[in-house]
Structure formats: structure tokens, C-alpha cells
């Protein structure tokens, strides 16, 4: 299964992002996906993770509210609408997926990764 990951861009303080990722390959395996993110000097960080039939999303509790997370399985694309969007929120964002069903908040848990694609907010 390959991932690629692509929306990222500069927006100011308040602006909004739709980031997406497309699986390509052997995506009837792929149950789980998700969306993590890194900030420069920081360890990655989980940001949203849904199930396969989009039935349950899970999200960063510092991120809820401003963060959703969605997918097309008939396109194989995962989602993450992003708004309000602050400064923080400046990183790396990668999307991930895994074949096992658990909605999964730590990275190890996920056995596919995009390229990731930088979002930078600025104030």
C-alpha cells in the first residue's frame, strides 16, 4: 500500500486546510487510517485516526473541535479538514494506515506512511 499525502500550504492564524491522502495498491487490506504530525524538534504527535465504514474517529484531545477527520473508500481518500488553525499547529503532517482494525492513537500501531506534507500557519 503506498500513501500520498498532499494539501499542505501557508495560511494565516484562523485560516482553514483540507489535507488529503491517497491510498494506491493493495487498499482492500487497509482498515484504520490516520493522521499524525510533527513539528520541528518535536516527536510525532497522533492527530486523528477513523475506522474503515468512517463509524469512529478519534481525535487528539487538543485538536477537537477544530480538526475532522473523514474518508472515501470508493477513492481510497482519507481527509483532515483542519480550522481555526494556529501557529502551533505548524508541522509535518503525515497520513498513516494500518490493516488491523483498533482505532489506534500511537504511530508504531500503523504500518503504512505517506511522504508527509508541510502546513505552516502563520500569525
Known amino acids: 500500500v503506498q500513501l500520498q499525502a498532499f494539501g499542505g500550504g501557508l495560511v494565516q492564524a484562523g485560516g482553514s486546510l483540507r489535507l488529503s491522502c491517497a491510498a494506491s495498491?493493495?487498499?482492500?487490506?487497509?482498515?484504520?487510517m490516520g493522521w499524525f504530525r510533527q513539528a520541528p524538534g518535536k516527536e510525532r504527535e497522533f492527530v486523528a485516526a477513523?475506522?474503515?465504514?468512517?463509524?469512529?474517529?478519534i481525535y487528539a484531545d487538543s485538536l477537537k473541535g477544530r480538526f475532522t477527520i473523514s474518508r472515501d473508500n470508493a477513492v481510497n481518500t482519507e481527509y483532515l479538514q483542519m480550522n481555526s488553525l494556529k501557529p502551533e499547529d505548524t508541522a509535518v503532517y503525515y497520513c498513516?494506515?494500518?490493516?488491523?482494525?483498533?482505532?489506534?492513537?500511537?504511530?508504531?500501531?500503523?504500518?503504512?506512511w505517506g511522504q508527509g506534507t508541510l502546513v505552516t500557519v502563520s500569525s
Open positions: 498513516a494506515a494500518t490493516n488491523d482494525r483498533g482505532t489506534y492513537t500511537d504511530y508504531v500501531s500503523y504500518d503504512y
Open positions: 495498491g493493495r487498499t482492500f487490506f487497509v482498515n484504520t
Open positions: 477513523i475506522s474503515r465504514s468512517g463509524g469512529v474517529t
